[in-house]
């Protein structure tokens, strides 16, 4: 037996000890063909069904109609800050929500090629909330407006969505994809990179609207080109073939789950759990992110000091509890729990948590 740790990273990720056994198994002949996934064409039909599950999976959990395309490009959500705006700035107005980090890199990756309106921003307050609704203000011709659903550093997230009449809404899910139910129809465009709750690193999902698609700006180079991906199944080039791969693996267990409302509900019970037991002892745990946003996903706290949070994080590894460390621009703890971390492990985290603090 292997000795595997709890796994809290923020990603790469933990991902379902099922499906890493699965990958095993098939690892030296995938399905009788005698050879391994990474080691066939992407042409091949080994590699092709393999690829058609994994979207028709995307399609059937999160309840898209077939005016949506599912597009698995390579490189990242940091890829998607850039293509985005090169696909769909045309010279118009682009506007951002700044809820945190990442949202923030989108924003400047956008102003490299289109002009930029700040729909919101909190980074005046530490990034600790998203907006309220009536708080966005945007051009009603803006080419589009881009959120981030999950601020995986900060640990807030958006339990509401704004209605933009008809400007394009875009989101980076990276955090908080396949984590929950959500209204996808009101989305143009949706990006996540698969290593928090999908998978391997090395490929983000992509889902796009047909009619927004078709307003993608036409003389990109075609690799920078949604449509390309689109037109091609994601395979107009080599794709991360094991990425999409154990993407598919993970999604087919989502679906053993119970889906979306499956994962949720679990999803519901951890942060239930960890929110509970940080505000049981709110004068010695303090939730870093406002209330009415805090994230399930990543949980952000502090500790009185500094001095106990090191020690906190150093018991914490010495007892198997792994990643806990906050991202180096905010500090303190981050407790990222994605799918892949099971409510045991939540159960083990408070455990571990009150005796740190009885002795602490
Ligand atoms: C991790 C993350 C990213 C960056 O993803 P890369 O794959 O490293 O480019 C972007 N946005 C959010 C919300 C993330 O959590």
């Known amino acids: 037996m292997v000795n595997r740790k709890v796994n809290f990273n923020p990603g790469p ?11 095993q198994e098939e690892l030296l002949d995938f399905q009788n063909s005698g050879m391994s996934i990474l080691e066939t064409s992407h042409r091949a039909k080994e590699f092709e069904a393999v690829n058609d599950a994994a979207i ?40 951002y929500i700044d809820t945190g980090e990442f949202a923030n890199k989108a924003m400047k ?14 980074k005046e307050e530490k990034y600790r909330r998203v907006p309220k609704m009536n708080e966005i203000k945007f051009p009603q011709d803006a ?23 008809n400007v394009p809404l875009i989101a980076d899910m990276s955090s908080d994809i396949a984590s929950r139910r959500i209204d996808f129809k009101k989305f143009s465009l949706i990006y996540a990179g698969a290593q928090k709750n999908l998978g391997p690193a090395g490929v ?14 036409k003389t990109l180079p075609v690799i920078m080109n949604y449509k390309t991906y689109a037109d091609n199944k994601s395979l107009y080039n ?27 509900k679990i999803n519901e019970a951890k942060k239930n759990l960890l929110y509970g037991a940080i505000d049981a002892n709110a004068d010695y745990y303090k939730g870093a992110a406002d209330k009415a946003c805090r994230s399930w996903m990543n949980v952000t706290l502090r500790l009185p000091t500094e001095e106990l949070e090191n020690k906190f994080i150093a018991d914490a590894k010495s ?14 703890i981050r407790v990222s729990m994605y799918n892949a971390v099971s409510l045991e492990a939540i159960r083990v985290l408070t455990d571990f948590m009150k005796q740190f603090h009885k002795k602490n």
């Open 238 to 264: 080599t794709p991360p073939v094991f990425a999409v791969y154990i993407m598919k693996l993970v999604l087919e267990w989502i679906k053993g789950k119970g889906g979306l409302a499956g994962v949720e």
């Open 319 to 332: 007892e198997g509890l792994l990643g806990i460390k906050g991202h180096r621009s905010v500090g303190g």
């Open 109 to 122: 990756e956008a102003q490299a090629v289109a002009k930029v309106h700040v729909a919101f921003s909190s």
């Open 13 to 23: 990720a933990a991902i379902p000890l099922e499906v890493l056994k699965i990958a």
């Open 143 to 165: 080419a589009y407006l881009h959120l981030c659903t999950n601020n995986t550093i900060e640990g807030t997230q958006f339990w509401e969505l704004p209605d933009t009449g």
């Open 56 to 95: 028709a999976l995307v399609h059937e959990l999160f309840g898209l109609g077939s005016d949506y395309h599912v597009l698995f490009v390579g490189g990242g959500a940091s890829m998607q800050f850039a293509l985005v705006p090169m696909n769909f700035a045309n010279d118009q107005t682009v506007a």
């Open 204 to 217: 983000a999902l992509v889902i796009v609207r047909d009619d927004f698609l078709a307003k993608a700006k």
